[in-house]
């Protein structure tokens, strides 16, 4: 009876805390309002046609003669912070750096140096993104991203005494775009992310991130 009755008091003290747990709003996926991430990919598209095209004349031009050239990608990666507007609907800021390089050689053998250049595209876009899915673990979405690049260049030409060796820099400005056709999230708090892409962003990108 005395366990019964101790039992019973254990219950009626514990009943409010179960009611207020039992009553307290869940945060599903779209009440975090803030999200911050990390991102890499192969390239961009226009970074690749850039660099691509560079590389063809470079190629032509080399073929000629008795040189040779060879053109080096090493990836894009970006950051981007988002605010949520609405459930469907986050607006934000990326920006990404996209790297590459070319190396042109006096001769067939791929033995001497004759210049080196290294190319990077810096882009900051303002961002919206669209939200047509939206469930506690997955996220699908679209986007469309506007803002400015930039195009820096540098090249080296080597020289016999390495105190000798130039550099030559350049600077161009562009008007950077980007769309997203199709981006997924796959987490909470902490997610994992991968996107399509066509534009200044890698065309394919994956990273990882978190909200809150």
């Known amino acids: 009876m005395k366990i019964s ?19 307290r709003p869940i945060r599903i996926h779209s009440d975090l309002h803030h999200e911050i991430g990390i991102t890499a990919g192969p390239n961009s598209i226009v970074g690749g046609t850039v660099y691509g095209t560079v590389g063809l004349f470079s190629a032509i031009f080399s073929g000629l003669g008795k040189e040779r050239t060879l053109l080096h990608f090493y990836g894009e990666y970006g950051l981007h912070y988002y605010y949520q507007v609405k459930p469907w609907c986050q607006v934000g800021v990326k920006t990404s750096v996209d790297l590459a390089g070319m190396t042109h050689y006096a001769d067939t053998a791929y033995t001497q140096i004759k ?22 673990w997955v996220r699908l979405y679209s986007g469309v991203d506007l803002g400015c690049g930039f195009f820096f260049t540098t090249t080296t030409t080597p020289s016999k005494a390495e105190s000798e060796a130039s550099d030559s820099k350049e600077n161009n400005v562009l008007f950077a775009f980007n769309v997203t056709p199709i981006g997924v999230n796959v987490g909470k708090k902490f997610f994992g992310m991968a996107e399509l892409n066509f534009g200044f962003d890698s065309w394919f990108k994956v990273g990882i991130g978190c909200r809150w």
Do not use: E
């Open 5 to 23: 009755k101790i039992a019973l008091l254990l219950l009626v003290l514990w009943m409010p805390a179960f009611l207020n747990a039992q009553n």
């Open 115 to 136: 210049s080196d250049d290294k190319y990077a595209i810096l882009s900051v876009m303002p961002s919206v993104r669209f939200t047509y899915l939206n469930r506690p």
